[in-house]
């Protein structure tokens, strides 16, 4: 997986991912995307285990920046 993130406004430009499961990933993601929700929502969201999209909260996890919503 890997994420484009603006700097600026923390919001999602670009999302690609490669694997079992991916369509799942890009389902969440792209939700996101079209509501202009920044990353760090995804990054607090608590996903139904066990899915691929909990792959989402390690992938971003490492992102400094607020916890929840826009700085």
Do not use: Q
């Not at 993601?29 to 792959?55: D, K, N």
């Amino acid at each position: 997986m890997k994420m484009l993130i603006a700097a600026d406004s923390d919001e999602i430009l670009g999302f690609t991912a490669f694997g079992t499961e991916a369509s799942e990933l890009m389902a969440a993601v792209h939700t996101a995307m079209i509501g202009r929700i920044p990353y760090t929502a995804l990054r607090s969201a608590i996903f139904a285990h066990p899915t691929a999209a909990e792959g989402l909260t390690f992938l971003l996890r490492e992102r400094p920046g607020p916890t929840l919503g826009r700085p």
